[in-house]
């Protein structure tokens, strides 16, 4: 009879009697998790948080010559516009 890995596997002791290998892991959020009452990351709020944006050049090689932010900077809820010349 021809075996395979899954019968190997099946019917092998594990190596030693404190082994986790082979065992199911009792997860500690599972219950929490599977009844939705766990708390994510994106469903925190946080009041004052200011988010940052990069603006790269879509011409790899290209040169800048100059930067008008004063458009950017009249939109509400911008707080700053960081160019080559007023970074910290």
């Known amino acids: 009879m021809?075996?395979?890995?899954?019968d190997h596997v099946a019917h092998t002791e594990p190596a030693c009697s404190d082994s986790h290998v082979g065992r199911g892991a009792d997860r500690v959020d599972g219950q929490a998790k599977v009844t939705?009452?766990?708390?994510?990351?994106?469903?925190?709020?946080?009041?004052?948080?200011?988010?940052?944006?990069v603006l790269n050049s879509p011409i790899a090689t290209g040169r800048v010559?100059?930067?008008d932010a004063a458009a950017a900077l009249d939109?509400?809820?911008?707080?700053?516009?960081?160019?080559?010349?007023?970074r910290p």
């Open 2 to 6: 021809l075996k395979t890995a899954a």
């Open 65 to 67: 010559l100059h930067i």
């Open 36 to 53: 939705g009452a766990a708390r994510y990351s994106a469903e925190f709020t946080t009041s004052g948080l200011v988010h940052g944006c």
């Open 75 to 86: 939109l509400p809820g911008v707080l700053a516009v960081f160019t080559h010349e007023n």
